[in-house]
């Protein structure tokens, strides 16, 4: 099975920019591996905010964005706020097999 | 509007099985896939599998194979996750998911307690 990776943890400054990125063990991830981004804060149940790369759910503020950036899934954030504070998780399909990273744990601060 | 409710808790003992439920509203149950993901206290996200409640079809983690029964009961619009052999390891809150809305559906999350 395939091993996903993300940065355990980051620290943006409040109103700054940090990416976050997935990478596959298997190689350079693509649009074919589907990428999501969930976000979970302490205590609740995760919550999508990126789906098949790039795309935005409803609640989904500008702030964040995603796209494939040098081989990995990525996810942005322009314009950090403190309510953005969390764990962040990214999701990649193999064939209809799953894998989640690990989480990068963000610090707002 | 859609709602996932998952059953209670539950404590178990070392080799026994678990079954938790997940039942759906709101929505043409059959319509959509259920995805199951547990959660070490503390720890990360963990995708176990998922089911098309319409099929029957499957798709189990690796780590899961031969452990895992996912199935469902569509007159009840209820789906269920069925983990046997317990290990202290598998101690973890257990989610449902519907996987076609991408995943912006969740139940509210089963703690499962394995301890001697």
């Known amino acids: 099975q395939a091993v996903v990776t993300q940065e355990p943890s980051l620290t943006v400054s409040p109103g700054g920019t940090v990416t976050l990125t997935c990478g596959s063990s298997t190689g350079a991830v693509t649009s074919g591996h589907y990428p999501f981004w969930f976000q979970q804060r302490p205590g609740q149940v995760p919550r999508t905010l990126i789906y098949d790369t790039s795309n935005k759910h409803s609640w989904t503020p500008a702030r964040f964005s995603g796209s494939l950036l040098g081989g990995k899934a990525a996810l942005t954030l322009s314009g950090a706020q403190p309510e953005d504070e969390a764990e962040y998780y990214c999701l990649l399909s193999y064939s209809g097999v799953r894998v989640f990273g690990g989480g990068t744990k963000l610090t707002v601060l | 509007q859609v709602q996932l409710v998952q059953s209670g808790a539950e404590v178990k003992k070392p080799g026994a099985s678990v079954k938790v439920s997940c039942k759906a509203s709101g929505y043409t149950f059959t319509s959509s896939d259920i995805t199951w993901v547990r959660q070490a206290t503390g720890q990360g996200l963990e995708w176990m599998g998922w089911?098309?409640?319409?099929?029957?079809?499957?798709v189990y983690a690796q780590k899961f194979q031969g452990r895992v029964t996912m199935t469902t009961n569509t007159s009840i619009s209820t789906a269920y996750m069925e983990l046997s052999s317990l290990r202290s390891e598998d101690t973890a809150v257990y989610y449902c998911?519907?996987?076609?809305?991408?995943?912006?559906?969740w139940g509210q999350g089963t703690l499962v307690t394995v301890s001697s």
């Open positions: 998911a519907r996987t076609g809305s991408y995943y912006r559906y």
């Open positions: 089911m098309n409640p319409n099929s029957g079809y499957t």
